[in-house]
């Protein structure tokens, strides 16, 4: 359901890819230490093996190695646990700082942690609304919506083509595709209307923009 001039967030499916984006690292690095702490003595051989064959006899003691080797993955393992939290962290922030009001004439943009940004979109200068969707967005039930706007500050700045939203739900993103294309041209209208009952007070005041006579 759209409601007007309130702020909106993605969605919970858009916080959860979020989410997955920034662990990733994290994961991959936890896995790493998992697998070496799996297969923990079978390093501590293959290295005692190829210390000794080196002639570095001062690092082939079993005992040392297995304690540096332990050491280390104990660290890859609060590396990763780190590199999670932070990812974690950053990627709600970046959901609950990126939002879209759905105003009267303007849909508003507001994005940003630090470097905090608003883009204000007007209704009458959207040119086309798609709805894109990878094969990876249509498994986890998300789409990207894409508003092409004619003559954009942002898209100039930036050499953009496109305004998107994503990642969105699909029902929402067709409810907001839906809103919008009611909603192109509304404001040209009203300017219009607005322009002619100014001409018309206007002529009424001033004899030089009145209509001339009738002649007989």
Do not use: C, W
Request: hydrophobic share 50%.
């Amino acid at each position: 359901m759209i409601t007007l001039n309130q702020p909106h967030h993605l969605g919970i499916k858009a916080l959860l890819l979020l989410l997955l984006r920034y662990v990733a690292i994290g994961v991959v690095f936890y896995i790493v230490a998992f697998v070496a702490y799996l297969f923990q003595n079978v390093l501590v051989v293959n290295a005692v093996q190829t210390f000794t064959i080196a002639g570095a006899t001062t690092l082939s003691d079993p005992n040392m190695v297995a304690y540096y080797l332990s050491v280390g993955i104990n660290g890859l393992f609060v590396l990763s646990l780190i590199l999670m939290v932070i990812g974690a962290v950053v990627a709600y922030l970046q959901y609950h700082f990126y939002t879209y009001t759905l105003e009267e004439f303007n849909l508003i943009l507001r994005r940003g942690v630090l470097n905090k940004e608003e883009v204000s979109i007007p209704y009458r200068q959207m040119q086309d609304i798609n709805i894109n969707r990878s094969l990876f967005y249509v498994i986890l039930g998300l789409s990207r919506l894409i508003i092409d706007s004619a003559g954009h500050e942002e898209k100039e700045e930036q050499n953009e083509t496109d305004i998107i939203l994503e990642p969105l739900d699909v029902t929402v993103a067709g409810d907001i595709r839906n809103f919008l294309k009611r909603r192109v041209g509304v404001q040209v209208v009203v300017d219009e209307k607005v322009a002619d009952v100014e001409s018309l007070e206007l002529s009424k005041t001033d004899p030089e923009l009145r209509e001339p006579a009738a002649t007989p």
